[in-house]
């Protein structure tokens, strides 16, 4: 009976070695957790770059500023369209015709004096102009366009192209503030996965960058230089402002 009770026991030793085997290295293997106070610092961090860089209000300006898409520019357009129909086609026109006539009698009984400067003894010469200069102006009126004009409506069809500038750069701003966030707060330990994700910010910011017409990056957080953050504080402030929550962070 121990004979056979002894290698059972020691099968279901080994069997729960292995099973609690897994959960130790995981254990082992689990992240720390960031402290408080450090979390607090880089979530002080995180609030200044974002105060620093440009808002989402500003970078809808400098992309609808960029695309000639003003609200104030589409509803001129529009208006200008409208406005045009008032308007005639003046169409004018010049025309100016030069002519010479010249008349030359001639009589038999007409003495000849040897003249010189009537050599083929012409008893009369009459030499005349008929010049003649015609103008005209032609003006037409398009009353119809008031009631319907088709390029205000292409115009008014410049609106749907401005939502569509401002929900695309919405959309790219906030997915970068996301990675700016993740790099700033919980950077990735591993080095080749931070780099990806530095390459994915840089993406965004030039995309963003080339929404605006160069507004855009040369205000954002420059990653590799350390010294960005006092470059860019206002001077009229030595002190930057209290953000609000700071303090409880962490808590």
Do not use: C
Not at 104 to 133: C, H, I, S, Y
Not at 237 to 251: D, E, I, Q, S, Y
């Amino acid at each position: 009976m121990n004979r056979i009770t002894t290698p059972l026991k020691i099968l279901l030793a080994a069997l729960a070695i292995a099973i609690a085997a897994p959960s130790v290295a995981s254990a082992q293997e689990a992240p720390k957790e960031v402290p408080p106070e450090v979390k607090r610092k880089r979530m002080k961090k995180l609030f200044a770059i974002i105060k620093r860089e440009p808002s989402i209000k500003q970078v809808h300006k400098y992309a609808v500023e960029h695309y000639e898409l003003e609200t104030s520019r589409i509803n001129s357009m529009t208006t200008r369209a409208h406005v045009k129909a008032l308007v005639p086609e003046v169409e004018a026109g010049l025309d100016n015709m030069v002519g010479n006539n010249f008349q030359n009698t001639r009589d038999g009984l007409f003495p000849a004096f040897g003249d010189p400067n009537n050599p083929n003894n012409f008893k009369e010469r009459v030499a005349g102009g008929n010049d003649q200069t015609t103008w005209r102006v032609r003006a037409v009126w398009n009353l119809d366009r008031l009631v319907f004009n088709p390029e205000a409506l292409d115009a008014k069809s410049l609106t749907s192209l401005q939502e569509n500038l401002v929900r695309e750069v919405t959309t790219m701003f906030y997915a970068r503030r996301r990675i700016l966030a993740s790099l700033i707060v919980s950077p990735p330990k591993d080095q080749e996965e931070y780099f990806y994700e530095l390459m994915r910010l840089e993406e965004m910011t030039a995309t963003l960058d080339s929404f605006t017409g160069g507004k855009f990056a040369k205000r954002t957080w420059q990653w590799d230089d350390p010294k960005w953050l006092s470059k860019t504080a206002v001077r009229k402030k030595r002190r930057g402002p209290r953000l609000p929550g700071l303090a409880n962070l962490g808590r």
